[in-house]
């Protein structure tokens, strides 16, 4: 078999001031042959920085008594990175588990930047930058806001308007 286990994804976020981050494991055999017991994370960054705050894994293993074995086994840990006081830079993140036989393996990293100032960046193992809600929310608020400062912009679409109306009244006059 060329998979008898693989990770779907592992896909960092930042909420509020903690960094959560879930992963996606299936088996061929159904999700009953994940060992659950045997999937991690480990978080490396600037100056060999340890993280002790990463909570024990939040696990939903849909049971092949109700058909579910085909849906992925989800895992979910959360890194409260301010209380292990880590330094900005940049974080690899990576996931890893094993099949309940312990006869295949899956693994993928991906990673989130710690700004000093500013937003933090999450990057999934599919190397896309990941947006919360609440960042697109603050994104679409500061294009607004920016939009409403932007100089002139009215009377640059008013004199556009005028040049149309002035274009096409000469069309017609002639």
Not at 41 to 57: A, C, D
Not at 142 to 170: C, I, N, T, W
């Amino acid at each position: 078999m060329k998979n008898p286990l693989y990770l779907f994804f592992v896909e960092p976020q930042f909420q509020e001031d903690k960094l959560v981050v879930n992963a996606a494991f299936n088996s061929p055999f159904g999700n009953y042959d994940v060992d659950a017991a045997s999937l991690g994370i480990t978080i490396e960054g600037p100056g060999g920085l340890k993280p002790t705050s990463i909570s024990e894994p939040a696990l939903i293993q849909q049971a092949y008594h109700h058909n579910e074995h085909q849906v992925a086994v989800l895992n979910s840990w959360v890194w409260d990175y301010k209380a292990d006081k880590a330094p900005p830079g940049t974080y690899k993140v990576t996931v890893h588990g094993s099949n309940v036989a312990h006869s295949a393996t899956a693994e993928k990293s991906a990673s989130v930047v710690l700004e000093d100032k500013g937003r933090n960046k999450a990057i999934d193992s599919d190397n896309t930058q990941v947006i919360t809600k609440t960042q697109a929310q603050e994104d679409a608020q500061k294009a607004q806001q920016s939009a409403k400062k932007a100089p002139g912009f009215e009377a640059l679409a008013m004199a556009g308007a005028v040049g149309l109306a002035m274009a096409l009244r000469r069309r017609q006059a002639s």
